[in-house]
């Protein structure tokens, strides 16, 4: 039961313009949750996180968007660059101090950025 | 600051055989947690360690198990080979705190099962 789904296995665009990624969760408990982007051979890093209290979360480039009741968000690059080219995942926690290491994680997305 | 070490980066067994992973944390993150990354799967939580004590569990069989030292330092292991243990292994680690850890990982052990 894949309780983080990130639909879209692969997403292209052009430098420059939004890249939006998108993930679904099922999982009424989760808190708090967070995207990764991992560049091969090496491990995920952390992008940016959003609380289940908050709506939106802006960090430079990258805003995560979170809707509770259709218990979807996504992550808005504007503007994109080649840079970013990398797997996106998404990840969810159910928070807490001792849950808090436990992330689920979608299958990610891979993003391509032309220049 | 260093990273999250993990060691061996590659490795190739045979069904059958037993595997132990190292991971050595960012000095100061007491957590460490480990995960599985398969072909077309996100990461699957295996387990954490937190203070010598596995904190939390995810749902592989007894076959894998790992443990802390007093230094944070990791280790995991699985036993009795099978081909769909090929997968990379990446371990984590992170100061608790209220809310999600924010997770630094380390490059991966890859496992390859033949």
């Known amino acids: 039961d894949q309780q983080v789904k990130q639909n879209s296995p692969s997403l292209s665009v052009q430098e420059g313009r939004i890249s939006i990624l998108n993930c679904d969760y099922t999982n009424s408990m989760f808190d708090y949750f967070l995207w990764y982007k991992k560049y091969p051979a090496e491990g995920p890093t952390f992008l940016i996180s959003i609380s289940s209290i908050k709506d939106k979360n802006e960090d430079g480039r990258f805003t995560v968007f979170l809707n509770k009741s259709a218990k979807h968000l996504s992550l808005h690059i504007v503007p994109s660059q080649p840079g970013d080219s990398a797997v996106y995942f998404c990840?969810?926690?159910?928070?807490?101090?001792?849950?808090?290491?436990?992330?689920?994680f979608g299958e990610g997305t891979q993003l391509t950025v032309n220049p | 600051k260093a990273g999250v070490t993990q060691t061996p980066r590659y490795l190739i067994k045979t069904r059958g055989q037993q595997v132990t992973l190292s991971c050595s944390p960012i000095s100061g993150h007491r957590s460490v947690s480990w995960y599985q990354q398969t072909p077309g799967q996100g990461l699957q939580f295996l387990f954490e360690y937190f203070s010598e004590t596995q904190r939390n569990k995810g749902n592989f069989p007894g076959r894998f198990s790992g443990r802390q030292f007093s230094n944070s330092r990791s280790e995991m292991n699985v036993s009795t080979l099978e081909l769909g243990d090929s997968a990379l292994y990446l371990c984590?680690?992170?100061?608790?705190?209220?809310?999600?850890?924010?997770?630094?990982f380390g490059a991966g052990s890859r496992l390859t099962v033949l």
């Open positions: 990840a969810a926690s159910e928070g807490g101090e001792t849950s808090g290491s436990r992330l689920t």
């Open positions: 984590a680690s992170s100061r608790p705190r209220v809310g999600a850890n924010v997770l630094t």
